[in-house]
């Protein structure tokens, strides 16, 4: 399988540089897996669409500001750093404080060289050091630790770069779902950008359960493949996190019948991570159950994998040849996916972080 074959030409007036100008009114692109049929509805029809006792699934994980721009000691030069997440203990062979040692991705990163000093101007500034080169990556030792409200009062929102724009005050709240709660990731769950208080309002009373999930979003989810064979890409690892309530909820739900909704591809990625085959070893959707853990996920879903335990996805138009649409199309079928795609773009549908929505039934 090419990677080449999940590639598609979109006008670049239909990529959203900013979010709807209200939360939640956004056009919604329902695609029926079964009798391939189209219908175009608008987000906050959800209630109206969704099959009563419908679980659905939402990632709680809250976006770091975490966009830095920093001077380099020894030129002065500008230089920008998207922090990842910080560093495990085993990179931490000298014991440093929590928050000293970060991963992060680095601008132009072939000429940032382990030994290079940065500068962190703002509240409360900072120094750090490249103490290790990791392919794209660099580990990052700052002089203080810097944690989440250090990076809200002096980060950026980490906007996507087809975002061809600078962050402002509107973004710390609309790159930002109404239910994040666990600071952790480098980009927004933008699925979940879609709902509002009001929507999950008119959700409950239509009968519709909530479960919410934490899954630290990374770049690797969002990267494209650059391998020729789909097969060979490599995701990067997030971490995830299912407490015993969400487990509960979602297995009553299966062993009853009910359709397990994901809102977004990080909760999928999540559940079908975690989900186990029954003591027999013979895989039922029923009789699995879900790993109640703080574990890690590096899940790649491309055509030809079995899903366990999602049925329906509510999600937003992906970039070509990323791991995303290779995930939708194993969902719904890679020539239903890319033919759904060029009707979105014939009729004018936004795509990507800021864009529309679509929902696979």
Known sequence: ?????????????LIAQRPSPERGQSRLLVMDRKTRRLEHRMVKDLPLILEKDTLMVFNKSRVRHSRLYAESEATGAKTEFLLLNKAAE?????????????????????????????????????SAEIVAEEGEFRLLEFDKPVNDAWLDANGHVPLPPYIKRED??????????????????????????????????????????????????????????RTENVEDHR????????????????????????????????SLRT?????EE????????????????????????????????????????????SSLLMLVSAFAGREFILDTYKEAIRVGYRFFSYGDASLIL
């Open 1 to 13: 399988m090419k990677a080449s074959d999940f590639t598609f030409e979109l006008p670049e007036n």
């Open 90 to 126: 085993s990179d931490n062979a000298d014991g440093l404080p929590e928050g000293r040692l970060w991963r992060a991705m680095v601008q132009r990163a072939g000429r940032r060289r382990k030994g290079s000093r940065y500068l962190f101007h703002g509240a409360d500034s900072r």
């Open 168 to 225: 402002n005050a509107e973004d710390g709240d609309r790159y930002q779902t109404v239910y994040a709660k666990e600071y952790g990731s480098a980009a927004a769950p933008t699925a979940g950008l879609h709902f509002t208080d009001e929507l999950f309002g008119e959700l409950e009373k239509a009968g519709i359960e909530t479960a919410f999930i934490t899954l630290h979003v990374g770049l690797g989810t969002f990267l494209p493949v």
């Open 235 to 266: 995701m990067h690892e997030e971490s995830y996190t299912i407490d015993e309530e969400t487990a509960c909820r979602i297995e009553k739900a299966k062993r009853e019948g009910r359709k397990i909704l994901t809102v977004g591809t990080t």
């Open 271 to 275: 559940l079908e991570s975690a989900w």
């Open 278 to 321: 029954d003591s027999s070893g013979v895989f039922n959707k029923v009789n699995g159950r879900l790993r109640r853990v703080e574990g890690r996920t590096s899940i790649f879903i491309y055509p030809g994998y079995k899903f366990k335990i999602t049925d329906n996805l509510f999600t937003n138009f992906h970039t070509p040849s």
